[in-house]
């Protein structure tokens, strides 16, 4: 059963967000545009197919659940090799230690490779939901954490790069989201955890945006052009 936070007024849109954990990720939006929803020209996408699902999802245990990241190096490179391109990722251990602590032992277990993207909005939240193997929004690595940097504000860049989770507070584990555009999130029940930022390759994000979603889902649905996470490197 999906594990959704109460619906938040934004405007004239029935703000419904929840995440991972053991609930369902969900951001709401609609498809099938075929420019930003900036209004700008798509950028050039050349995708190969994605690559089969795996069939044997890693799981974890609380106890596996890494240490906070404390000293030098304050930041760490991240690259999602995807089947559109590489996207480039600036981890802050400062700012979310336990979060780029978590993504950087996930990336290390293989827990994200031929993962697909499994969720884009397009109306409202601007968002890629990545971070899932087994493609449903439900899946996660077995443990949970807490918030980390979440923005009182409740405002998310381009390019921010955060975690998503259930109306538990403590249920950060494995789905991420890219803002391809500037969101704005309801800080209700603590807000979504920051923990880097695109730095090459927003681009790729944008143009899979651009072709919209599979449904009109108010919550969003599978993109369009399939997009899929290879593999990850962390360095």
Not at 63 to 84: F, I, M, Q, V, Y
Not at 119 to 134: A, E, H, K
Request: aromatic residues 6%.
């Amino acid at each position: 059963m999906r594990r959704l936070l109460a619906p938040v007024a934004l405007g004239s849109l029935a703000l419904v967000l929840s995440a991972c954990g053991s609930g369902d990720a969900t951001f709401p939006g609609s498809g099938g545009t075929q420019t930003s929803a900036g209004g700008a020209a798509a950028p050039a996408l050349t995708c190969e197919d994605p690559p089969t699902a795996p069939s044997d999802v890693p799981t974890f245990s609380q106890d596996d659940l890494p240490e906070p990241l404390s000293g030098d190096p304050t930041t760490l490179t991240a690259t999602l090799e995807t089947n559109c391109g590489d996207i480039v990722l600036e981890l802050d251990a400062a700012k979310a230690p336990q979060t780029v602590a978590s993504f950087e032992f996930l990336a290390g277990q293989g827990y994200w490779d031929h993962s697909a993207c499994h969720r884009l909005t397009t109306q409202g939240i601007f968002v890629l939901q990545c971070g899932d193997p087994t493609g449903t929004g439900r899946g996660n690595p077995g443990y949970g954490y807490g918030i980390e940097n979440a923005p009182a504000d409740g405002r998310y860049p381009a390019g921010t790069l955060a975690m998503a989770r259930t109306q538990d507070p403590g249920s950060n584990g494995g789905q991420f989201f890219i803002v391809y555009e500037d969101t704005q999130l309801p800080v209700q029940g603590g807000g979504y955890s920051i923990f880097g930022r695109v730095t090459q390759g927003l681009d790729i994000v944008q143009a899979v945006a651009a072709q919209g979603g599979r449904s009109e889902d108010p919550n969003g649905s599978a993109p369009a052009q399939p997009i899929s996470i290879l593999s990850v490197d962390v360095g």
